[in-house]
């Protein structure tokens, strides 16, 4: 069997190693969450319910442990780690109620009665990018599972020991074998088999829109159900009318979280020109004091990158440009990189254009609410934005303007699980999270019956 040595990235020492599955055992695995299908779609609601409440509890009784494993693992601060681990839990929670509630209609007929079922589609393959590996694996299997489907999940190679761990989790909380099995592995062998092995009936991917489209082509031969979370560009749209402080504080923290390694990154932010160089001169001291310190100290506020290579590829993007001012960032091991602000003169530069996936923001100014929102829309992604304005028609105008999926208003918070969450455009296709979100894991049936007697 091969195996993958997973690097702490704050440290750069290796923390363990982690098998890497074949396609062999890809099927095996497969095909016992397709044999483990029946007996979970048949069990009776309140009793599937019931396991994942169990699993909820169990993660929950396990919050430090799969926090410390994900900020050795993946750089994670103590503070994200701890919430990322909460928020698997309450997405088990939240989604323990929906069996009993996947319900359909009675739609009126002549000659009889119509109803609507929802099916569930079988094996569900979840596929885990290593920005944040427990809530988008939790995001994919807790309301796939709750519809009653059985799940095999792989987590990204660089990242798999929260996912590992949770898989443990499932089971020790009573899941039944081949519910949810967690496969670590190289995305070209066991992610492509999720696309190319018949038995798997849905497709949930996280990650680049590069590889997301190849996905996307791939599932078109199997006419395989598909959801896609991808890449973003999302804009920060700050109005000369806003309180220009509390924006200028919470500009840095929207882009630079997770080291910027977030899909929802405002790593655009758009000034309007009467207040951009106050807002600058505010934007300053807010990111010199963003305290990027080894992610285990619980104070900390960022960590480091991912990997060495990603360092290299954000690196590519600062070399091409000016910068006006950076943060701090530890010297010595691991893959530090400083929150760094760039003013961008031009659309056309790269920073402004392509997804950086590391601490890099642009700013630029616009003129008036017009060209505001046509510079947020001038790209091939729609994921997220934000909106700061005291006007209040201002805000529901540019919100409704935006080409994106998820905007917030005079905050960045725009991420909640009991509210949908997905793409525009490039940036994906479907919805995560919300009321909804069981549906997705479905096929709507129709049934007619008809109330003629016996011939
Ligand atoms: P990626 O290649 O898209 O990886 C995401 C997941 O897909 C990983 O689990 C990966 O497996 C798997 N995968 C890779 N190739 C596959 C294939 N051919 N078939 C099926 N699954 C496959 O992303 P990345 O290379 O880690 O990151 C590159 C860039 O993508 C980042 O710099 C960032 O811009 C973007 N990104 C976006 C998000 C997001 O949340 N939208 C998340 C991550 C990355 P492995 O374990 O083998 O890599
Ligand atoms: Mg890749």
């Given amino acids: 069997m091969s195996t993958h040595v997973v690097v702490n990235p704050a440290t750069e020492e290796a923390v363990t190693e982690v098998g890497s599955a074949s396609v062999e055992e890809t099927d095996a695995a497969i095909e016992r969450a397709a044999e483990a299908f029946p007996a979970w779609r048949d069990m009776a ?5 019931r396991l994942l409440r169990r699993f909820a509890a169990l993660v929950d009784d396990h919050i430090d442990e799969l926090a410390e494993l994900e900020v050795r693992n993946s750089g994670h601060t103590w503070g994200n780690a701890t919430w990322e681990a909460g928020n698997v839990r309450d997405v088990l929670n939240y989604y323990s109620a929906a069996p009993e509630r996947m319900t359909g209609l009675q739609i009126p007929v002549a000659g009889g009665i119509n109803i609507t079922v929802h099916e569930p589609l079988g094996v569900v393959g979840i596929i885990v990018p290593w920005n944040f590996p427990m809530p988008i694996a939790g995001w994919g299997f807790g309301p796939a599972l709750a519809a009653g489907n ?3 999940l792989k987590p990204a190679e660089l990242t798999p020991l929260t996912a590992i761990r949770l898989g443990e989790l499932g089971r020790e909380a009573g899941l039944p074998d081949g519910v949810f099995t967690v496969i670590p592995g190289k995305g070209s062998v066991v992610g492509e088999r999720f696309v190319t092995h018949p038995a798997v009936r849905k497709v949930c991917f996280t990650g680049s829109t590069e590889v997301g489209k190849r996905i996307m082509a791939g599932c078109a031969d199997q006419v395989k159900r598909l959801t896609l979370e991808l890449g973003g560009k999302s804009a920060n749209i700050v109005f000369a009318d806003s309180d220009l402080a509390k924006a200028a504080a919470a500009a840095p923290m929207a882009v630079f979280d997770n080291a910027g390694q977030d899909c929802c990154a405002r790593s655009r932010i758009l000034v309007e020109q009467s207040a951009y160089d106050e807002f600058v001169s505010l934007l300053e001291p807010a990111v010199q004091g963003i305290k990027v310190v080894d992610p285990a100290d619980h104070s900390s506020e960022m960590g480091p990158l ?22 701090s960032a530890p010297s010595g091991s691991g893959f530090w990189f400083p929150p ?4 961008a003169d031009s659309v056309d530069q790269r920073i402004w254009r392509e997804e950086v996936f590391g601490p890099v923001v642009a700013v630029m100014p616009f003129r008036d609410e017009a060209e505001a929102v046509q510079l947020a829309n001038d790209t091939e992604f729609g994921l997220s934005g934000s909106i700061y304005t005291r006007d209040v028609g201002k805000a529901l105008r540019v919100s409704r303007a935006v080409e994106a999926g998820n905007l917030s208003v005079n905050t960045h918070a725009s991420v909640r699980y ?7 455009k490039q940036s994906g296709l479907g919805r995560e999270l919300g009321p909804d979100a069981p549906n997705a894991f479905t096929d709507v049936k129709n049934i007619f019956i008809s109330d003629e007697g016996p011939a």
């Fill in 340 to 343: 760094t602000v760039v003013l």
């Fill in 418 to 424: 009991w509210t949908p969450f997905g793409g525009f």
């Fill in 306 to 327: 991912i990997s060495a290579q990603q360092r290299t590829t954000v690196q590519g993007f600062v070399d091409e440009v000016d910068v006006a001012f950076t943060g």
């Fill in 150 to 152: 059985t799940v095999v």
């Fill in 45 to 49: 609601p309140g009793e599937r319910a």
